[in-house]
């Protein structure tokens, strides 16, 4: 076998087991601390933390699992969210989308559909109170970062205890 088939085969089995790493983590996310966690509601508009999703299709499942209208409050993105698939059920389900971080103004072309509702915050607080003005009673503001961690969170429990403390000090 040469060098290139080696390194083809070896990769092929890295994504092979990245995918099924992926699939049993969705699988194990289930109601609770940080995984589609409720905080509170405010003026009618529910918050809920999803910290956990630290990849696109936990996201996804998340907000197939919110049956109101979602404002969605976003990391870093990855390239997946501009695919056909996913830009429907976005269409579908998000009202607006607030990205956090720094350097996210660069992703505006794979999210077309929503250039004219997205919106840029460098911090999670200032995100949330930015999703808090935007919000309509009846809808959901779903923090659901799709992302690792990082923006100087060690990890998505640190993270989402940072969500929740800017949402009760609404």
Not at 27 to 42: F, I, K, Q, R
Not at 89 to 113: D, T, W
Request: with cysteine; hydrophobic share 40%.
């Amino acid at each position: 076998m040469d060098q290139d088939t080696y390194q083809r085969i070896l990769a092929q089995r890295l994504a092979e087991q990245l995918t099924e790493a992926r699939r049993q983590a969705l699988a194990e996310t289930t109601m609770g601390p940080h995984s589609l966690e409720y905080v509170a509601t405010v003026k009618g508009v529910e918050y809920i933390n999803d910290s956990r999703s630290t990849f696109l299709d936990a996201t996804l499942s998340a907000m197939s699992n919110v049956e109101k209208p979602l404002l969605w409050i976003a990391g870093a993105l990855p390239n997946e969210v501009g695919h056909g698939q996913v830009q429907d059920l976005l269409k579908e389900k998000i009202v607006a989308l607030v990205l956090f971080g720094r350097g996210n103004e660069r992703e505006i072309e794979a999210l077309q559909p929503f250039t004219e509702r997205v919106y840029f915050a460098e911090e999670v607080r200032t995100a949330v109170f930015l999703a808090h003005e935007l919000a309509r009673s009846g809808e959901a503001v779903l923090f659901s970062p799709a992302c690792p961690s990082g923006n100087g969170f060690a990890n998505y429990e640190e993270r989402g205890a940072e969500f929740k403390r800017a949402v009760r000090d609404l």
